[in-house]
């Protein structure tokens, strides 16, 4: 009976740099796609991890053993969509090739979270962790803080918490500022606790905006920007007005709000119907994007569609959910208790059909791709 050896990338570094997709089955195409990854990235650990199952496989079949090894991909976005990706390959690999057990080849604690999910699958009798040895010279703190800076995981992980740390005690020295503007007579701190913040604030953002990669998204959005104008996508407009229907659609939301008395009816206000603006403007955008899908792409648009459908659907049993709060706050008469619950079915139902239609076209591009 045949052993599997999987190697596991969770977070999809396989396919974020060298453009391969899960599963990579097969001696020579892992060996291939460790080559590619090892090229692209000189640090990446996953490739060495692809290499160390390759090593077993190597080992375990000269002492005659039927063994095969296989690289399961994820998602940059770690968690359940991951490991769902990763589950729903392993289901292929195991009805293609009908393993008895498998061992786990992983580059860290990371990998090893997705266990679980193996072993409801195959029998996992070996565990091997690959660790990535390293001279002393590159293990200073400048050369670990550089890494963390520029490594996106690490970054959101270590950097973002900094960040809001920094942001939250700054921010609550400068709300005093302004609490002792209206009231004189309270404590003021000194001049150092302001300038402390000011530094702090300023670290805060920088961490905060490399966390997130600020810099790279907006030099991605402005490359995308620019491709649109020379290819004449439709894309770009509904992009831009998008964007504008969302900024006047909360200028029009506070308008109405401020006429309201009380401010939590006026925040209630301001979201609801804020919501719908916002609705509004994401259908703009993804009919550009399915607009140029069908006209400059010649596929399908079906997947638009049915995001479309999901989002007013959203939109609308969000905006009858906030109704319906505003009638038990006593914000509304209870003369909207009825109205507020038919739109929060309205958009229940919405939101189950383009969801079921959305899992049915999923499995239907699985059956095409099988």
């Known amino acids: 009976m045949l052993t599997l ?34 090229l692209a990235d000189p640090e990446d650990s996953d490739a060495n991890a692809i290499f160390g199952a390759i090593s077993i496989y190597d080992s375990l079949k000269n002492e005659g053993k039927e063994v095969e090894v ?29 393993p008895k057990d498998a061992i ?29 040895k390293q001279s002393k010279g590159l293990e200073s703190s400048y050369y670990i803080l550089v ?39 309270t404590y003021y701190p000194d001049p150092g606790t302001f300038g402390f913040a000011f530094v702090l604030f300023t670290l805060g953002m920088y961490f905060l905006l490399r966390g997130f990669r600020v810099g790279t998204r907006i030099s991605n959005l402005y490359s995308r920007f620019k491709n649109a104008f020379i290819e004449a996508k439709i894309s770009i407009t509904s992009d831009l007005l998008a964007v504008f229907i969302v900024i006047f659609g909360i200028i029009s939301s506070f308008d109405s709000a401020i006429l309201i008395k009380g401010l939590f009816p006026s925040i209630a206000l301001f979201f609801q119907n804020l919501v719908l603006w916002i609705v509004f403007g994401v259908v703009v955008r993804e009919a550009g994007l399915a607009f140029d899908t069908f006209f400059h792409k010649k596929g399908r648009i079906r997947g638009y569609l049915i995001g479309i459908s999901l989002v007013i659907g959203l939109g609308i049993l969000v905006y009858g959910s906030i109704m319906y709060i505003r009638v038990l706050l006593s914000f509304l008469p209870t003369s909207f208790n009825g109205p507020s619950l038919i739109i929060i079915a309205m958009g229940l139902s919405l939101s189950i059909f383009s969801s079921v239609m959305g899992r049915i076209l999923y499995e239907g591009k699985e059956d095409e791709l099988q």
Not at 83 to 94: A, C, G, M, T
Not at 111 to 128: R, Y
């Open 5 to 38: 050896i999987i190697s596991v990338d969770r977070d999809n570094d396989v396919g974020r740099k060298t453009g391969e997709s899960g599963p990579v089955i097969g001696r020579d195409e892992n060996l291939r796609v460790a080559n590619k990854l090892i």
């Open 70 to 98: 296989v690289t399961l991909t994820g998602d940059v976005s770690v968690g359940l969509k991951s490991d769902e990706k990763i589950r729903e390959q392993l289901l292929l690999v195991k009805e293609k090739l009908n």
């Open 104 to 132: 786990l080849v992983s580059d860290g604690e990371e990998d090893e979270f997705i266990l679980p999910v193996i072993t409801s699958i195959v029998p996992v009798i070996h565990v091997k962790r690959i660790i990535v």
């Open 147 to 185: 890494k963390a800076l520029r490594d996106e995981k690490v970054a959101r992980k270590i950097m973002v918490p900094i960040a809001l740390i920094f942001l939250a005690y700054s921010i609550s020295v400068f709300g005093l500022l302004v609490w002792k503007y209206y009231f004189p007579s």
